[in-house]
């Protein structure tokens, strides 16, 4: 389920529908029907919304594993590679991390164009035998941007150990407050019933889908204008409807 829905969120951003790194609630509901039909269950917006936040959780732990120090990206084989020391210890610390280490990341980059954004590759990819030969003692030819501090500046080794234990992901923060906020609006005493706007437009198939979903867009937008639709009786919705759609050419 999760597989198809990374899947289908992946296309919608390819599709452009995903603006401002936001995607439209469109986007969501119609995620939430595919989802439904396709495995007999009931699935709503707010289902594929608190999925993506488990999402963005495991992209945040990713983010920080790939430019942890002693850590490297193996591109090809989508995978964090690690020394078989800095494993151990790393996994003893954090048990539940370990399945993102040392081995193949499932569905890595459909999470990627869904919660992510281009990583700089470069001098912070490291390949497994790269990772490897460091632990054996090996001198990297390229080292990477974190192996760049050298003990001869123990000042400043010591300040980033410290750095990199309390970084934090300042774009899952972010995000996160936007879910609070988007949360609390929804508590509203006359709140729009956004799946029954959504329902109630695509069933007028009289008129082209991309047209519906634009004004499903519109009248998302414009919470009032959108209640005020859903009052109407269904031939004034459809008057409505055609107006928006004249109004477009």
């Known amino acids: 389920m999760s597989k198809e829905l990374l899947q289908f969120l992946a296309e919608e951003v390819r599709k452009g529908n995903r603006p401002n790194n936001?995607?439209?609630?469109?986007?969501?509901?119609?995620?939430?029907?595919?989802?439904?039909?396709?495995?007999?269950?009931?699935?709503?917006?707010?289902?594929?919304?608190?999925?993506?936040?488990?999402?963005?959780?495991?992209w945040g732990i990713i983010s920080q594993l790939r430019?942890?120090?002693?850590?490297?990206?193996?591109?090809?084989?989508?995978?964090?590679?690690?020394?078989?020391?800095?494993?151990?210890?790393?996994?003893?610390?954090?048990?539940?991390?370990?399945?993102?280490?040392?081995?193949?990341?499932?569905?890595?980059?459909?999470?990627?164009?869904?919660?992510?954004?281009?990583?700089?590759?470069?001098?912070?990819?490291k390949t497994f035998g790269d990772i490897q030969n460091t632990s054996s003692g090996q001198t990297e030819t390229e080292p990477t941007k974190s192996d760049s501090v050298t003990s001869s500046e123990p000042r400043s080794h010591r300040k980033r150990s410290r750095a990199e234990e309390g970084e934090v992901d300042l774009e899952h923060i972010s995000t996160q407050l936007g879910e609070v906020v988007s949360a609390l609006k929804k508590f509203s005493d006359?709140?729009?019933?956004?799946?029954?706007?959504?329902?109630?437009?695509?069933?007028?198939?009289?008129?082209?889908?991309?047209?519906?979903?634009?004004?499903?867009?519109?009248?998302?937008?414009r919470e009032m204008l959108a209640k005020a639709f859903l009052t109407k009786s269904e031939p004034l919705r459809k008057r409505w409807l055609h107006n928006f759609v004249n109004s477009l050419t």
């Not at 499932?106 to 912070?124: F, L, P, Q, T, W």
């Not at 799946?195 to 437009?201: P, R, S």
Request: glycine share 4%; with cysteine.
């Open 22 to 58: 936001t995607f439209r609630t469109s986007s969501f509901i119609a995620a939430a029907k595919m989802i439904s039909e396709k495995f007999q269950t009931t699935c709503t917006a707010d289902h594929v919304e608190n999925h993506m936040r488990t999402v963005r959780t495991t």
């Open 67 to 125: 430019g942890k120090s002693g850590f490297g990206w193996d591109d090809k084989l989508k995978m964090i590679a690690v020394s078989p020391n800095a494993y151990d210890a790393y996994v003893k610390q954090y048990p539940s991390h370990e399945k993102y280490l040392s081995k193949k990341i499932d569905m890595y980059e459909e999470i990627s164009i869904v919660v992510g954004k281009d990583m700089a590759r470069g001098n912070y990819s």
């Open 190 to 221: 006359n709140q729009l019933d956004i799946e029954k706007l959504y329902e109630e437009i695509m069933r007028m198939d009289d008129v082209d889908e991309a047209a519906r979903v634009a004004a499903f867009d519109h009248l998302v937008e």
